[in-house]
């Protein structure tokens, strides 16, 4: 059996995705919570990981790739998830993923579960749509994407884009790049942008 249950967090509580949050943090995942390179997942015994965790939470992990939620579970970063909820915590921010992550038949219930095993699945509030294609640079589909979201919910008032992959120019003094992972100096450029 796993010895997984000291990472779960909020294990009875039902997903209540924020509506119409005028703030928002636009999240990539690679370079910004998990590691590029990390797989300390297969330092773990996880082939039952999606029986455990469908146990613990009562839905159904089974239907996800075991090496995903091993990655979720034991390669994302928890001082990085830490920042990131102090952001959320000081700003009242929902997330709307922006990750190649969100790439999956179950996008935003995918993103929520996988949210929920760090205890922010209330904290998902979207993800962007998939504009993706042979003609855009997943660099510049990214960005296509994050402006088509904010042209499609104007009761957006503020939002950060962070990201590890330089969107400068296209986002302004909306975006936050992390260097390696989201860390403790970049919380106050953060709650910055979406006060400001």
């Not at 075991?66 to 990655?71: P, S």
């Not at 190649?100 to 996988?114: A, C, I, P, Q, T």
Request: glycine share 4%; charged share 30%.
């Amino acid at each position: 059996m796993l010895n997984i249950k000291h990472l779960f967090f909020n294990r009875n509580k039902e997903v209540k995705p924020v509506v119409c949050n005028p703030k928002i943090i636009f999240l990539d995942i690679d370079g910004v919570i998990k590691p590029c390179a990390s797989l300390k997942f297969r330092q773990h015994d996880y082939k039952n990981i999606g029986k455990e965790l469908s146990k613990t939470y009562r839905k159904n992990y089974r239907r996800y790739a075991i090496e995903d939620l091993a990655l979720v579970l034991y390669d994302w970063d928890e001082q990085s998830i830490g920042c990131l909820r102090q952001i959320i915590e000081r700003t009242g921010a929902g997330i709307v993923v922006t990750s190649s992550w969100k790439y999956h038949r179950l996008g935003l219930e995918r993103m929520v579960d996988f949210f929920r095993l760090h205890g922010m699945e209330n904290n998902i509030t979207d993800i962007t749509p998939d504009l993706i294609g042979e003609e855009y640079s997943r660099y510049e589909s990214r960005i296509k994407e994050i402006s088509a979201y904010l042209k499609d919910h104007p009761e957006i008032k503020n939002y950060v884009v962070v990201d590890d992959t330089d969107m400068k120019d296209a986002f302004k003094d909306h975006f936050l790049m992390t260097r390696h992972l989201l860390c403790k100096k970049d919380i106050a450029k953060a709650i910055e942008i979406l006060e400001n």
